[in-house]
């Protein structure tokens, strides 16, 4: 029963927050890898604002921190994708440390990313270490969500509804978003847009997992979510017009070969006063089910259950594990000890 | 890869609905154990109301059953309590058959029949069989809730509210409900009443087993239920004047040593128009987090889960087996062949 030994690897918001829960739970951190120069050189309490130092100064030379450190996980908050993703896990396996990462593709990257995935795969397995990505979809999307179709006899259909604010993200995202264009123009950007993976697709392949259920057919799907009044855009600082678009919803669907259709419904969009982050799924069968979860924080459930997939990902086989081949989440009310 | 075979103990209103649900997943059914005088001698297609007959005839001699058919589990729906489910489960175990139950106390029944469970537990161990309780609150108050938990980072106290209608049940458990009586007649009763366990402790039990807790201190206490208007009671045939009692509320508490209070406030009432069956959580901590299932309809989900639960059932190791201590819980889109 020893406190893990953890690297913070990216210390962005979801980076910041994961350190402070770590530390709250007596996890012992023993170095910070950044890439801001501006980050760069300070202490990591400084740069995660916890209010105090810790000792660990914020390096940008990854390899020669785990070098120097021997972690028994690294905790990797940098990228969604798996071609951001990849260079940074490779340097941590090597260096023979454990990965948990925040990375949405890598929840199961099997299909979107196969080559990237078989190679990783094969990395850790020849260095005896594991990597796992979770996150708010670990919960909310995949673990809740199964144990919920558990409950039913026959499933036609799982549709899930997620709902995320472009104004939580800032000016960049609310314009890769459609905020404030038209029909018109949103059709012509759908028809032709080179976007990455959803973030639908790998949770559905990784709920199709720990249902037991295989994957025959994923599609995605894009429709524009309009202003019905005028809606107030604080992230680009405009009016967005009733009828315009006010951001959009992903709809990736999975056919199985069992017969059960998956379902995710994602939006990201411009709220009005009075909405927030929700998640709210239905089954259709017998008997028709639903579960919803209103008021969510997402960014304090997703570090939150990577801080508490900790010991599982500590305590697993090697390779590339997906949250189906791990044990239940689960709270760690005491401690993150193995 | 083979179908199980599986005995039906008990044909009442869960036995009949698991029988169906059974042989809708190519589960075989070898025989059925039947009670009532006038059930016995009859088809289980009939007794069970499936349109059809199965071949299989109601037989109120246990051992004989067993004997002839060799089944791999045995679906015991009897009674809801230990010192009722005792001698049937042994019964069961000694002819070398897996037991999967719907007893609400065997859900996790260590503390309120501790030299039972043990006996149970030492007899399964003997005989190399598994014996394991399932039912609504595998899934709902205990699998769901697990998996919630694991979202947040810190919890105080779990909060779950369950709600089922007295017209549902009849007669008897109206009266036993104390329907139509007055607060002062309730409080007489509630003073003196010898009332077997709870549902909410062995749930609540199970729960902190699933959560890597460590309870301290159960306790157990009930509030009446009051008419705020005119409330028609079916079960009894009669008007429940306001300020009258229609139901009552048992709140069970747990403590930890973590520091987690686990909390369950389960109402069995007379419904008002367009009350349904809920299920609502709440984790104090950090975040606070809600969980809600409305419109429940529990007689489905109990059947559905216990059959979802038969493969982990007949592959789980000997012994008393709580459902901490199976996999997560599943659905099954196909079969049971384990």
Not at 49 to 66: H, N, S
Not at 98 to 109: A, C, G, M, P, R
Not at 197 to 218: D, E, I, M, W
Not at 236 to 246: A, D, H, K, S
Request: with cysteine; proline share 5%; aromatic share 6%.
């Amino acid at each position: 029963m020893n406190a893990p030994r953890i690297v913070i690897y990216g210390v962005g918001a979801m980076g910041s927050l994961a350190t402070r829960m770590i530390l709250d739970k007596g996890g012992q951190i023993v170095g910070a890898i950044g890439r801001s120069p501006e980050k760069l050189g300070r202490d990591l309490g400084d740069v995660a604002d916890l209010g105090f130092e810790t000792g660990v100064v914020l390096d940008g030379d990854a390899a020669r921190v785990l070098e120097r450190t021997r972690p028994d996980v690294v905790v990797l908050a940098v990228a969604s994708y798996m071609e951001d993703n990849h260079a940074h896990i490779r340097t941590c396996v090597e260096a023979g440390a454990n990965v948990i990462t925040l990375s949405e593709e890598l929840l199961h990257s099997w299909t979107t990313s196969p080559e990237e995935t078989a190679a990783l795969d094969e990395l850790a397995r020849s260095n005896d270490v594991t990597i796992t990505a979770t996150g708010h979809q670990d919960g909310y999307w995949v673990s809740l969500v199964s144990a919920f179709m558990g409950t039913a006899h026959s499933i036609d259909e799982v549709r899930g509804r997620a709902c995320w604010n472009v104004d939580d993200f800032g000016p960049e995202l609310a314009r890769d978003q459609q905020v404030g264009t038209t029909r018109e123009q949103f059709e012509e950007w759908n028809a032709t847009a080179q976007r990455p993976p959803t973030f639908g697709r790998p949770s559905l392949h990784a709920l199709a997992a720990a249902a037991g259920l295989t994957v025959s057919v994923s599609k995605t799907e894009t429709r524009p979510e309009f202003a019905q009044g005028q809606v107030s855009c604080q992230a680009l600082q405009v009016t967005v017009e009733p009828g315009c678009v006010i951001g959009f919803t992903d709809v990736d669907t999975v056919e199985t070969d069992q017969g059960v259709t998956l379902v995710l419904e994602m939006t990201g969009k411009v709220y009005a006063p009075g909405e927030s982050d929700h998640n709210r799924w239905e089954i259709s069968g017998e008997p028709d089910l639903t579960l919803v979860n209103d008021a969510l924080p997402t960014h304090l459930t997703t570090c939150a259950t990577l801080v508490n997939r900790i010991p599982d990902v500590i305590s697993a086989g090697p390779g590339y594990r997906t949250i189906d081949q791990l044990p239940p989440l689960r709270h760690r009310a005491e401690s993150l000890a193995t």
